[in-house]
């Protein structure tokens, strides 16, 4: 792409291309710094530097799977605190496991003992019906971590009948309307269902062409 | 990594021996995958299953292809899978762009897919970057092909009929006139090295792609659909009777997940 002043330069791509020239433009500065950030993510025994620990494991329980009826994920730190605000008490549930991550954007510790603006990601279960499991996930998993999120959450959960809901939140602004964002009564819910989904689900479903990405899509 | 939808008790999974596998590169302009959706819009294709993969970004959303509020609940992920048997075509859709360093173990998965679900062959839809052209692709079509050897020999004469121009290769040092000549095809995402594992795999392969650049690239997406029906013939392009001229872009069915896609409406306090 030619410039204003007669000079080429590389037009970014909406495809989001991942060239192999990019790595030959690379100073050795920024290689170095690359190869150190990949050297931490996967330092950890487990692959892409993410670990699940569940408390219930520590005591010697073996490999037998959680038995889970209901999964209430909360993504993102509105969604969390939804679930702090009005759900989550000492009383009725307890901290059943735990997610030890490490991304360039944000880190967790195997600590269950967090402050709201911590970023953290930890697992709770219903004491009166131990197959009702919560998760508050307010760190962010990167994207090449998420596939290893969801097989070592679900992969320790035995999912007979099961039943998942997610609570995430997006920016009004990208939400995709025919009228203008501006005069939108906000904050509004949308839903997305499986078809398994027999429910009745409690907000209109999310219009084309809108999408949801990340953790919640995964 | 292909799972199957489940379409009730008994159903067998889909059989795709000696079909064609239609599927795009993400690439520059997303032209590939713009046109897919148009071949699937048009030729109303069933969903018969979806990549389960970690190599692309993960997104969901409803049917990109719904004409009605009955069929617009249907959920829909990153690579999905449809089928025509009438007309032996299997279309991958790739929906979302590939996670860091995770694109050649993807190829390795598909190309060896393609393999055991015997295709019969594969058909990239892809385009490059327009600024990249020489002063001689400059001129004439924007339009080009590549075939891998195995295919050549099969439909190599249709080509010619058909008067297409294959892609250039270009030395590898530019600016040194005796150096090898290689393929080059910036901005095309995979395109290469599919086309390369390819030919070394003996895959029947063809490529099919359009120099452009990014903006609104949905004329780009019409220009290579029709490009790739002038061999497939997959919609039949009627003579316009007015000026007697054959305009085929008329009968591709936009899909409605195309509205929307240079943002909202404006605020009227704007004005």
Known sequence: MATFFGEVVVAPSRAGLDEEEDAREETP?????????????????????????????????????????????AIGRNAAAFLSSFILDSVCWEVVGVVKLWNEWCRTSSTTNVLPTDSFCLFYRLISDPTVLLCQCSCYVAE?????????????????????????TCPVADYKTQESTLTLASPFLRALKTKEFQDQVCCPLLEQPNIVRDLPAA | MFIPCDRGRGSAAPDFKGFTLLMPAVSVGNVGQLAIDLVISTLDMIKVGYFYTDCLVPMVGNNPYATAEENSTELSINAEVYSLPSKKLVVLQIRSPFIKNKYRPFCETLLSWVKSSQCARVVLLSSSHAYQRDDEQLLGTPLRYLLTPDLEKAVGGRVQELNWKEMEKVAAYPGISDTDKVLHIPGGGITKLLFTESCSKGIQMAVLLKFCSEGDNIPDAFVLVNYLNEWLQLIKSEVSTSNNSTDPSSQWKIPSSWRLLFGNGLPPALF
């Open chain 1, 29 to 73: 500065e920024d290689r170095e710094i690359r190869r150190e950030i990949e050297k931490k993510r996967y330092r950890q025994r487990c692959s892409g530097g993410i670990d699940v620990l569940w408390t219930w494991k520590a005591g010697g329980c073996g490999e037998e799977p959680l038995v889970c009826s209901r999964f209430i994920v």
């Open chain 1, 144 to 168: 090449d971590q998420q596939f290893q999120w969801l097989e070592k959450v679900f992969g320790s959960m035995q999912k007979k009948g099961l039943q998942v809901t997610i609570l995430s």
